[in-house]
């Protein structure tokens, strides 16, 4: 006999005389993608500063309207110099951040799997990883001269120490019941490191690409500000002593747009290589 | 191949996890082992595959494992171990490739392991598009592939609800009838315990002792038709370890 089929227990389908909704408490704290919004800010931004510089309440010795910068920097491209600039920069940052990471990939690899790796890096990464790498810029010049080798060596440095920290630091954190299952089928040692190890690390290496490659914008910017005759960060210096600010601002506005270029390969890659997430 | 441990001992940091165990898991047979929380069950598991070595005492296996067994001591997890970045073809064919296999043979046990585990339509899915009993099933289907001599199972199935476990139960026997594998069989539920076990260790509280090692004659193929009479057996083992099980939970209460 079930409860129901007691008298008085039939189901009612009408709320009975004085009942009243339960007062709705909940929703919000979600935000939902908005599409539209992003590039109606972008615009909005542009066509006040657009209009400001035009009605004469922004100098021009301040900031520049956008339609002047992009004057200057189609100027750029119509004289040449920016195929320069940016074969120069691309090369340094490439070619530093290629060599730190893939040093960077085998230390942090030596750090996580070997008890005596770890034991000699480990305490060397933490001394060496809080100094500004900017700072041995000048005695990188020393070692190598005024020449590319300084500046990729910049770049080198600074992306080195934090690859090896997401690389030892993912390998660390790969799940231990994973690699016990390896070792109970009888996998080899390479196996259970290219098998189990390396795409388990893979997560954490790719977010550590990002930090490196920010990072490595940075020092490229900087060390071509120190010295150097082409170049984003050569032409943004020489653009602010000449209180070019038109150049000036089409200098940065290529530095953003090089970032989300960067990011947006990263993501591709992530979206390729973390496929099973 | 039979498999037996020999007056192991063990301790962690000091403190007494497993006294003076001996017992012996003998070839197509299911040996499971009952006891309370935190008694070393596990631990005497990975001793018996090897994964860790015991302080004292020996762990031993006696006679050739059958041949063309690629893997003769081969775990079943509680967790599943299952790589989540490959599918449930990659994570089975993980256990063969470093195995001299031409891919043809690799292919054809593979095929041949999802279709006793009911998996062939599964093949391709990431782990992380499966059941938990389909991921179960997965880490059977490549404990299978290597042929094992002898399984070890901890809690295989603890991870999962009643209904699945009902139904990989089911499965687990069926097996057993067709490739008569010995196994070790960790496990808190007793019903488990009795309808796989031809014989349950029941180890007491920390450090672990076996207690008493009790043998069930009834053949698997008609243990769930006659499920009144494990009834007795399944009593009998509760009234063991419940003294046991106050106590480990009395113990935990204490700290
Ligand atoms: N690697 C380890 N290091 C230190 N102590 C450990 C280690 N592994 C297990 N222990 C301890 O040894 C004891 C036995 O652990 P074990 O996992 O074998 O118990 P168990 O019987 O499998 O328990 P459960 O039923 O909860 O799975 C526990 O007290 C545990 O804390
Ligand atoms: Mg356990």
């Not at chain 1, 005389?17 to 919000?28: C, D, I, L, M």
């Not at chain 1, 038109?246 to 990011?263: E, H, K, P, R, Y």
């Not at chain 2, 064919?93 to 054809?108: I, K, P, V, W």
């Not at chain 2, 499965?171 to 594998?181: I, K, Y």
Request: with cysteine.
């Amino acid at each position: 006999m079930s409860d129901a089929a007691l008298p008085g227990a039939a189901p009612r389908t009408e709320p009975a005389p004085g009942a009243r909704p339960v007062p709705f408490r909940g929703g919000g704290f979600r935000p939902t993608p908005r599409r539209w919004v992003g590039p109606l800010v972008f615009a909005a931004l542009f066509a006040a500063w657009e209009a400001g510089s035009r009605m004469g309440w922004i100098s021009p010795i301040v900031l520049p309207a956008p339609s002047e910068a992009l004057e200057a920097f189609s100027n750029l491209a119509r004289s040449g110099q920016l195929a320069l600039h940016l074969q120069a920069s691309l090369s340094r940052l490439v070619q530093g951040w290629i060599f730190g990471t893939l040093l960077g990939i085998a230390v942090g690899f030596a750090a996580g799997l070997f008890s005596l790796a770890r034991a000699g890096i480990v305490p060397l990464v933490a001394a060496f990883f809080p100094i500004p790498k900017i700072a041995l810029l000048p005695l990188f010049i020393i070692w190598f001269g005024i020449g590319e080798e300084s500046k990729v060596a910049t770049i080198l440095f600074g992306t080195f120490f934090p690859t090896v920290i997401a690389v030892y630091g993912g390998v660390d954190g790969v799940d231990r019941g994973l690699v016990r299952m390896g070792q109970s089928f009888g996998l080899s040692r390479w196996s259970i490191v290219r098998k189990i190890i390396l795409p388990g690390a893979m997560p954490a290496i790719l977010s550590g690409f990002r930090i490196s490659a920010s990072i490595a914008i940075i020092l490229l910017v900087a060390a071509e500000m120190i010295g150097a005759e082409y170049g984003i960060g050569a032409y943004v210096l020489l653009a602010g002593n000449l209180m070019a600010t038109d150049q000036l601002v089409a200098g940065v506005a290529m530095l953003s747009i090089l970032g989300l270029t960067v990011s947006w390969l990263i993501g591709r890659l992530e979206k390729r290589v973390l496929r099973w997430r | 191949m039979d498999l037996a441990l020999a007056h192991v001992s063990h301790r962690y940091n000091g403190v007494e996890v497993l006294r003076d165990i001996s017992f012996a898991a003998p070839a197509g047979r299911i040996v499971c082992l009952v006891g309370p929380s935190g008694c070393g069950k596990s631990t005497l598991l990975r001793f018996l595959g090897g994964l860790e070595r015991p302080d004292e005492g020996q762990v031993t296996m006696t006679g050739e494992p059958p041949a063309g067994s690629l893997n003769p001591l081969t775990y079943i997890f509680q967790d599943f171990a299952l790589l989540p970045w490959r599918s449930a073809r990659g994570n089975i064919s993980l256990a063969l490739e470093d195995h001299r296999l031409s891919r043809r043979e690799r292919e054809e046990i593979i095929a041949d392991v999802l279709a006793r585990t009911g998996l062939s339509d599964f093949a391709d899915a990431l782990p992380r598009q499966l059941s938990g009993g389909m991921k179960q099933r997965v880490a059977i289907a490549r404990a299978l592939a290597v042929r094992p001599a002898c399984l070890l199972m901890d809690e295989p199935l603890s991870a999962l609800d009643s209904q699945t476990r009902e139904l990989l139960l089911d499965d687990l026997q069926g097996l057993w009838e067709r490739e008569r594998f010995g196994a070790v069989y960790v496990t808190h539920n007793l019903a488990e315990a009795v309808r796989l076990g031809h014989q349950v260790v029941v180890l007491s509280r920390r450090p672990g002792q076996v207690r008493e090692i009790v043998e069930i004659d009834m053949p698997l193929s008609e243990r769930k038709a006659r499920a009144a009479e494990l009834e007795a057996h399944q009593t009998r083992l509760w009234e063991l370890m419940r003294e046991e099980a106050m106590a480990a939970d009395q113990e935990i209460a204490d700290v």
